[in-house]
């Protein structure tokens, strides 16, 4: 259990990334959105926690219309296949982190 991050994950954390292998030093480093390649600064960057991998912890960032448009996809994909959220998706733990991440992407 990693517990150097806990509390202060932000929902956005949750999102799945492209390979890190896949990405340019600048997006690797968080300068730019590691979707698309926009230039990031500290106002219009969204964090996206820090990510392990086999080399260690990386920061990735996005910018904002990506951050939302992931956040949107992986609610809709994860509300379609969850029969507890059609009910209520404050009861999925899931669900509710995903919400969380919308409004995270938002600000
Ligand atoms: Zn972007
Ligand atoms: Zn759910």
Redesign the pocket.
């Known amino acids: 259990m990693p517990s150097d991050t806990a509390g202060t994950q932000p929902a956005l954390a949750v999102l799945p990334l492209p390979e890190l292998g896949s990405l340019t030093q600048d997006q690797a480093r968080g300068a730019t959105c590691v979707w698309d390649g926009t230039r990031l600064t500290g106002e219009t960057a969204v964090d996206l926690g820090p990510r392990r991998d086999d080399d260690g912890v990386w920061f990735p960032r996005a910018c904002r219309p990506c951050a939302q448009g992931q956040a949107m996809d992986a609610l809709i994909q ?2 379609g296949a ?1 029969e ?2 059609v009910d209520d ?1 404050n009861r ?1 733990p ?2 509710s982190t995903l919400v969380r991440a919308v409004r995270e992407a938002r600000r």
């Open positions: 994860h509300s969850c507890q959220c998706h999925c899931e669900g």
